[in-house]
Structures are given as C-alpha cells and as structure tokens.
C-alpha cells in the first residue's frame, strides 16, 4: 500500500514511454532498460560537476607552501620574489625556485635563472614599462619570424617555414600573455 503524503518518483522508458517505479532496471511493457536522466537527476548531476569544478580550482588557487628550513632568529636569505625565508647556502628559492646568486653560475643554472625571469614576466599584471620594453624586444623578433615564414611559403621552402614559425613562437606567447595580463588583470588598488 501507497502512503499519500509522499511523492512516488516516476521515471519514463525512452523506447515505449510507460512510466515505472524508480528503481526500475527495466520497462515493465517492453522490457527495454532505455530511461533518460530526470530533470532532477540532470540538477543533482549538474550540481556535483560545479561543487567538483570549485573544488578544482581552490586547490588550484592554493598552492601547498613548502615549510621553511630556517629556524626563529637564525640567519635567512629572503627571497625577493615571493619573501620566504631560505637557508643562507641555498642558490634557489626552496618556494618559488627563484635564482639567489646568478653571477656565480654555470651556463646551464643562468638558462634556468634566465628562464625564471621570462616567467615572471609573464605572471600577474605587468607595468607599463614592462608591457613597452616587451613590445619593443619581441615584436620585431616575430615579424621578422613571420616574413620567414611567409616567403618559405612562397618559394616552397619547409626549412624556412619551420625556422619561420619556431622564431615566432616563443617570443609571440610571450608577447601575447604579457599583453592579455595587462588588460585582462585589474590594476591592484591601495586600501586607504
């Protein structure tokens, strides 16, 4: 016997459309196990994606920091891109990897340092000097790249178009992240 103060949830078969229980497995008129998600369903479902998509992204936006080797009062090098305290012997940031002491490294260590700068070009909202100086380097790198490109194309020249589209490509992600940053990023405000 049915209690009529609760509501029987009804799920429709896809192939016949007879109604049946719930937990029905399969349609009672013609056995088929066709049932579309209810609108219910489809919201429940819908709801999990976006609780799972904020999850995501808050531990994205949180990055785990490393605890520091430094104990209170000893001696510290600070590291001056992100202010963590690393142990005076250290070459990089134990946080952010941020190179100490590059006049001392190899060439191989200046790469990476190097590296490490054009990244850090690249995050977060530039100035506008920043933004200029990088129009300036790396604009004439990607027309000439493109020029390359384009008469390789002309004479049917592979090796050029590839040498083309290589001198374009990291000089052009750079020019365009540093550029969507300064006009995507709003410009921090001072609390006064």
């Known amino acids: 016997m049915k209690d009529r103060g609760t509501l029987h949830v009804m799920k429709t ?17 013609c056995g ?5 998600e209810t609108a219910e369903e489809k919201n ?4 999990e994606e976006a609780r799972e998509a904020q999850a995501r ?29 690393n142990l005076p012997e250290r070459e990089w940031c ?7 002491n590059t006049s001392v490294m ?6 990476i340092a190097r590296g490490f700068m ?23 790198i990607v027309i000439i790249g493109a020029i390359m490109s384009l008469v390789g194309l002309m004479h049917g020249l592979l090796p050029m ?12 992600s750079i020019l365009f992240q540093v550029t969507r940053n300064f006009i995507t990023i709003p410009k921090p405000k001072l609390d006064d």
Request: glycine share 8%; with cysteine.
């Open 13 to 29: 078969c896809g192939y016949c459309g007879r109604e049946n229980e719930d937990s029905a497995a399969v349609c009672r008129e």
């Open 32 to 36: 088929q196990s066709e049932f579309p």
């Open 44 to 47: 429940r479902a819908l709801e």
């Open 57 to 85: 992204a808050a531990a994205e936006r949180e990055p785990e920091v490393p605890e520091s080797d430094v104990a209170s009062g000893e001696e510290a090098c600070i590291c001056s891109v992100c202010l963590f305290p």
């Open 94 to 100: 134990k946080n952010c990897g941020a190179p100490f």
């Open 106 to 111: 190899g060439p191989f260590e200046s790469a």
């Open 118 to 140: 054009y990244r850090g070009i690249v995050r977060g909202r530039p100035k506008p000097i920043i933004l200029v100086t990088v129009w300036v380097a790396c604009a004439p």
């Open 161 to 172: 178009i590839a040498a083309g589209l290589l001198a374009c490509a990291i000089p052009g």
